[in-house]
T-cell receptor
């Protein structure tokens, strides 16, 4: 079983809709969770971090963490074409940051 | 420095040659990570340094790969006897401490011909 699993997509949403990205993890020791955005040909860029159960909001982004169910999600409200990218999540169970394969998001204008 | 710096940005080498890739982390960051990313894949963990020591090198694919961080700052990833399958983008990231937010450099694109 992979340590982090994501649906590779592509996930297509119309402009202005909510995009929902999900990630499950196997290491119950993971304490910190991060969402990165990666544009084609570019390096991953940190967009959200979450450390405790519940929701964390930052602008159009909301990260949700459920440690009991071992999943973390990212909601993007009012999706824009510029949000089209691959979104990567990972947890830092043993400080060895393991990425999922990423979910490719396409926001259709 | 202001961000993580990786050099060179591109490297083309012949099969069988030795290459070194350099990573200069954000000043004061004690944790440093190396990843390898192939087209269409997520970053693949290679090695994690905490200070000068390799805290976890379980991602290094074989003994042709080696990394050092002698003074706890700059790190060098070394690849011996390169093979075409080593062609990828090599990413470096650093964080203040292990478990904290990590920031990535722009990567080194390695092409083995």
């Amino acid at each position: 079983q992979k340590e982090v699993e994501q649906n590779s997509g592509p996930l297509s949403v119309p402009e202005g809709a909510i995009a929902s990205l999900n990630c499950t993890y196997s290491d119950r020791g993971s304490q910190s969770f991060f969402w990165y955005r990666q544009y084609s040909g570019k390096s991953p860029e940190l967009i959200m971090s979450i450390y405790s159960n519940g929701d964390k909001e930052d602008g159009r982004f909301t990260a949700q963490l459920n440690k009991a169910s071992q999943y973390v999600s990212l909601l993007i409200r009012d999706s824009q074409p510029s949000d089209s990218a691959t979104y990567l999540c990972f947890g830092s169970g043993t400080y060895k940051y393991i990425f999922g394969t990423g979910t490719r998001l396409k926001v259709l204008a | 420095g202001a961000g993580v710096s990786q050099t060179p940005s591109n490297k083309v080498t012949e099969k069988g040659k030795y290459v070194e890739l350099r990573c200069d982390p954000i000043s004061g960051h004690t944790a440093l990570y190396w990843y390898r990313q192939s087209l269409g894949q997520g970053p693949e963990f290679l090695i994690y340094f905490q200070g000068t020591g390799a805290a976890d090198d379980s991602g290094l694919p074989n003994d042709r790969f080696f990394a050092v961080r002698p003074e706890g700052s700059v790190s060098t990833l070394k690849i011996q006897r390169t093979e075409r399958g080593d062609s990828a983008v090599y990413l470096c990231a650093s964080s203040l401490i292990g478990g904290a937010e990590a920031f990535f450099g722009q990567g080194t694109r390695l092409t083995v011909v």
